[in-house]
């Protein structure tokens, strides 16, 4: 996990270098890799040829974390191999709209789901050791005394089942929190959609479709900057979303694309509704982060609630049997 997160940012380091080498010094991507590569160290070896790889074509690494880049300069090289570097340019120039819009749930995610898994532990603990050594004690004192356990008692710590179920739960709960903050993180990173689980899920639904339009505007940003016919465009934008065809960009921002591309003014939309969609894209990950937060730790906090008093009620009602 650490070592691809390294090639993630070693390679998106890369980009962003040779696009600025680009604009400042009117290199091309391929001057400018060269001259990164006499400058910079060589411990980002495998980030340059991976790059160098994209430029000339070359098939995308089975586990590239840029390969919607290499799908984007396969048609812009087909199309207008010329216009290679300006698509390369506008992919980098966008390509950390996702990462800021969805940063700060990420933290929070990460915050929340430590404190969740501490407290499940705690409970954990404690219950296990309330179930071997507390409650056995009392459960004898009451049959000295021919009586009988609380029926609260008898059912949560009189077996070991609600402990493992409480557990269970919390931990499905816990780990979807934290296959979800991975899965933002991942898709931010590799400026891609949410893998499929994810996008299924009925929590994550909404905050896919954001995403899906955001890197939808992305992708066919740079396209168009290669000079790729608008219609041609579109469709690779979608298919690159969804190589199954079942991608169209959400009301109102299909109708808003739609009639700028017929007055010969998409691009200039596709700037305006990049900004507004990143700010649609974070407060969708904010509602879904709170919404989540709240959940587990509702959950978690109920569980703690129901343990504590049914290992307590039999020491609260220890007078009335005596």
């Keep these: 996990m650490f070592r691809r997160v390294d090639q993630v940012g070693q390679l998106d380091y890369v980009a962003r270098q040779v696009a600025r080498l680009m604009a400042r010094d009117g290199l091309t991507s391929a001057a400018a890799l060269e001259l990164m590569e006499r400058l910079e160290p060589e411990g980002r070896r495998a980030a340059y040829e991976q790059f160098r790889g994209a430029l000339a074509g070359d098939a995308a690494p089975a586990d590239s974390p840029l390969s ?15 216009r290679v570097d300006q698509c390369v340019l506008s992919f980098v ?12 749930v990420v933290r929070g995610l990460r915050a929340s789901t430590s404190y969740s898994g501490a407290l499940l532990a705690v409970l954990l603990v404690v219950a296990g050791l309330m179930e071997m050594f507390v409650v056995p004690s009392i459960a004898l004192l009451y049959r000295s005394m021919d009586a009988q356990l609380p029926p609260l008692a008898v059912a949560v710590v009189g077996s070991p089942w609600p402990l493992v179920a409480a557990v269970l739960i919390g931990m499905t709960l816990w780990m979807f929190s934290v296959a979800l903050a991975s899965g933002l993180t991942r898709a931010a990173r590799n400026v891609a959609p949410l893998p499929p689980w994810l996008r299924a899920t009925a929590l994550a639904r909404n905050l896919a479709r954001q995403l899906d339009d955001l890197l939808y ?13 608008s219609e041609t465009a579109q469709r690779t934008a979608a298919q690159t979303i969804d190589p199954h065809g079942g991608y169209r960009p959400a009301e109102p921002l299909a109708g808003f694309l739609d009639g700028a591309a ?44 129901i343990f504590v008093l049914a290992m307590y009620q039999p020491i609260f009602q220890l007078g009335s049997v005596v």
Excluded: C
């Design 68 to 82: 919607t880049l290499w799908q984007l300069l396969a048609t812009v090289r087909t199309s207008a191999p010329a």
């Design 217 to 229: 505007l992305q992708y066919l940003a740079a396209l168009l900057d290669g000079a790729v016919a």
């Design 93 to 104: 120039r966008h390509a950390q709209l996702a990462h800021g819009a969805l940063r700060d």
């Design 262 to 305: 017929q007055l010969g003014l998409l691009t200039d939309e596709i700037n305006t509704q990049l900004d507004e969609q990143s700010q649609r894209l974070a407060i969708a990950a904010d509602t879904l982060g709170r919404r989540l937060t709240l959940l587990l730790r509702l959950i978690v906090y109920s569980f703690i609630a």
